[in-house]
């Protein structure tokens, strides 16, 4: 089974930044698809961008391209998301999830516990 415990989450102004962390383990981030998805009150978890192992080719849902940029750190095993110029409509909890396909939710398994994110004036 595969371990993801993410952090970085918060409260913040719209316009504003957070960056969030997704630590798994070196072979994970290595070898697998890593995903950020996030899921609204009331509303269905949807996938925001992927990172791909070979290479590092990345990946993003057009609500946040332009303004999310999710890399990775090999040496610390860790994926992020960093997220710019948030909207309201951002906040969201955010999870990070392993070894499935693209954006295509039903295809991950392995899932990360999650980490609030808030924009609101």
């Known amino acids: 089974q595969v371990h993801l415990v993410e952090s970085g989450g918060g409260s913040v102004q719209p316009g504003g930044s957070l960056k969030l962390s997704c630590v798994a383990s070196p072979y994970t981030i290595s070898n697998k698809n890593i995903a950020w998805f996030r899921q609204a009150a009331g509303k269905e978890r949807d996938g925001v961008a992927v990172?791909?192992?070979?290479?590092?080719?990345?990946w993003y849902d057009n609500s946040v391209k332009g303004r999310f940029t999710i890399s990775r750190d090999l040496a610390k095993a860790t994926v992020y998301l960093q997220m710019d110029n948030l909207k309201s409509e951002d906040s969201a909890m955010y999870y990070c999830a392993a070894d499935g396909v693209g954006l295509l939710k039903q295809s991950y398994r392995n899932w990360g516990q999650g980490t609030q994110v808030t924009v609101s004036s």
């Open positions: 990172i791909y192992p070979r290479d590092g080719t990345t």
